[in-house]
């Protein structure tokens, strides 16, 4: 009945515009020499020169980093190549400009620029022992809240499988999220990574990780994404729905730092490892199935989930009232075009369904507390 937890986040600045806090920020983290990290594609769409206009207004030396790609699951062969060069050129302060995955490889060069070996000697939990250079991250995206989380994603370049450092040394010093540069992003990315923020938020509030915190910061983040992901889906244009799902984004990953994900996550690593599905896509397709298992042993949860959604859940009894949680989702889904099922992906063999139940569960990071039997009739 009674918690104890740690909450921990970087400190936050948040706003149309924030990226021109990007020198001052440098300048108090003591950095001379700053090393960006990007992808083509920010450098593109120039966000990379509103980056470059605030350091250069605080005299700082830049040495831009251009990614080979924007897209997911950056390889460890890459992280270590960037850490290598981060190493030899001496600089103080790195900052990561772009979607989940380029922030993933800023927030691990950091680390290996201070820690020995490879990046898989540090997959899994708190295995990073030292924080590595002081990081600044920006993100383009509203969705994977990397920003504000302890967490790296990379495809293990030897055993080809996805792969997760989770450790607090991670954590970056500071987060600027500046919904502006969230405006060229493409529309299905803005509905993937949207909806990964949803779940973010909502997924953490059923499991057994959450606390009075994360909840609050839950209920907030699921009631302006449901209101908002449909919106910006479906007029890129929308500064307004852009705004709101920066704000939604950025507090999802805030629980996500210090509740962390369960169920829904764990069953997407093996489908998204078998079928390279994007991340966004291989939750939305579980999503229902898992919230129908999980709602009868959270029942309370679920009709406060249906409240924060906008569903009219008071005076109802509790069982018709969470179901109404499970009607939202569908909604949600729906307004932002993305699939539902499994079969709406066209993967309709469901003889594989209880090996990735036995692979979710073996993901002991995020599912440490689950009986293998409740997955295995989850679908
Ligand atoms: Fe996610």
Redesign the pocket.
């Known amino acids: 009945m009674f918690q104890q937890f740690p909450f921990k986040t970087p400190s936050i600045h948040f706003g149309n515009g924030a990226i021109s806090m990007l020198g001052k920020e440098a300048r108090k983290l003591e950095g001379q020499r700053i090393l960006l990290i990007t992808g083509p594609s920010i450098r593109k769409a120039g966000i990379l020169d509103k980056a470059l206009a605030s350091l250069k207004e605080s005299s700082l030396d830049v040495e831009v980093n251009v990614q080979g790609r924007d897209t997911p699951e950056p390889g460890t062969h890459i992280v270590e190549e960037t850490s290598r060069m981060a190493r030899e050129g001496r600089f103080d302060v790195i900052v990561g400009l772009g979607g989940g995955s380029i922030l993933d490889v800023a927030k691990m060069t950091s680390a290996l620029v201070i820690n020995p070996g490879k990046v898989r000697d540090y997959f899994g939990r708190e295995k990073v022992s030292r924080r590595g250079k002081p990081t600044i991250m920006i993100p383009t995206t509203s969705?994977?809240?990397a920003e504000v989380t302890k967490h790296a994603i990379f495809l293990d370049s030897e055993a080809m499988v996805k792969k997760a450092v989770a450790s607090n040394a991670l954590l970056p010093d500071v987060a600027i999220v500046d919904p502006e540069l969230t405006y060229s992003c493409p529309r299905e990315v803005t509905a993937a990574s949207g909806i990964?923020a949803f779940?973010?938020a909502a997924e953490p509030f059923v499991s057994k990780n959450a606390n009075p915190i994360t909840d609050a910061l839950s209920l907030q983040a699921v009631g302006i994404i449901t209101r908002w992901l449909g919106a910006a889906v479906a007029d890129d244009a929308d500064v307004e729905a852009r705004y709101w799902m920066s704000m939604g984004s950025l507090i999802s990953g805030m629980v996500?730092n210090n509740a962390g994900?369960s169920l829904v996550?764990a069953m997407?690593y093996p489908i998204g490892g078998e079928f390279h599905t994007p991340?966004?896509i291989s939750?939305t397709v579980l999503l229902g199935s898992c919230f129908e298992a999980i709602l009868p042993a959270r029942t309370d949860k679920f009709v406060q989930l249906a409240g924060a959604m906008g569903e009219p859940a008071e005076g109802r009894p509790a069982r018709v009232a969470a179901r109404l949680a499970l009607d939202a989702v569908t909604h949600l889904l729906k307004s932002a075009d993305l699939p539902a099922s499994l079969p709406e992906i066209g993967i309709t063999d469901r003889s594989k369904i209880p090996r990735w139940a036995v692979e979710a569960h073996a993901e002991r990071r995020l599912l440490g507390r689950a009986k293998k039997r409740n997955l295995e009739v989850l679908i």
């Open positions: 969705g994977t809240g990964d779940i973010h996500l994900t996550h997407a991340h966004g939750l």
